[in-house]
């Protein structure tokens, strides 16, 4: 299933910096996406999420973007903070045929470094 | 802050045998659903649960697998007869009002040997 994907494996960020999360999707029927954030021996934690008819969301230090003609999300994260550091998934929704399926992508590890 | 909660953290059985895996959901919310996250793999979604019915199940969700609302708090999943690749972190969600904005348990990571 690679409706959801998460090209880069990894990304290294000095602290203070920008961190951006990159995330593509196929399927044209999702209408919602949300970004999660995981530490090891945890479960994910929601942190930010995006409507279909929105471009643009912000939440402090996060924003999501999202590009429906190239099918593609990203999350910023500014300025990046060593408790930044962990694993994000962005995840995507389809509510018109869903009950409640996210659909993930592979998921990026975050290193933000002092 | 209301969190979702597992138990166990973590469960060894052998091939074969039956499971179950316990959540509490956050109080007010309606929906449940378990996702099983394979090591080195995605998350990937098992099963939706509303009022006390599957709303939704992936083809992983096979018969092996059954799920339940026992009382007002817990929700279970049960595997009648674990097989080796049923070894992965299960983690239960729940959300409000919204399907979409769930929130995670820690997850229980299954070892099947």
């Known amino acids: 299933d690679q409706q959801v994907k998460q090209n880069s494996p990894s990304l290294s960020v000095q602290e203070g910096r920008i961190s951006i999360l990159n995330c593509d999707y196929t399927n044209s029927m999702f209408d919602y996406f949300l970004w999660y954030k995981k530490y090891p021996a945890e479960g994910p934690t929601f942190l930010i999420s995006i409507s279909s008819i929105k471009d643009k969301n912000e939440d402090g230090r996060f924003t999501v973007f999202l590009n429906k003609s190239a099918k593609h999300l990203s999350l910023h994260i500014v300025p990046s903070q060593p408790g930044d550091s962990a694993v994000y998934f962005c995840a995507a929704f389809d509510g018109g045929t869903s009950y409640g399926k996210l659909t993930f992508g592979q998921g990026t590890i975050l290193t933000v470094h002092p | 802050e209301p969190e979702v909660t597992q138990t166990p953290s973590h469960q060894v059985t052998q091939m074969g045998q039956e499971v179950i895996l316990r959540c509490v959901p956050i109080?007010?919310?309606?929906?449940f659903y378990w996702y099983r996250q394979i090591l080195g793999q995605k998350v990937e979604f098992l099963v939706s649960f509303y009022n006390n019915e599957i709303s939704e199940k992936s083809e992983i969700f096979d018969d092996q697998f059954s799920v339940e609302r026992p009382d007002g708090s817990n929700f279970t999943l049960k595997i009648r007869s674990t097989k080796l690749e049923d070894s992965a972190m299960y983690f239960c969600?729940?959300?409000?009002?919204?399907?979409?904005?769930?929130?995670f348990g820690p997850g229980t990571r299954l070892t099947v040997t």
């Open positions: 109080s007010n919310h309606l929906y």
């Open positions: 969600a729940s959300s409000g009002q919204g399907l979409y904005e769930q929130y």
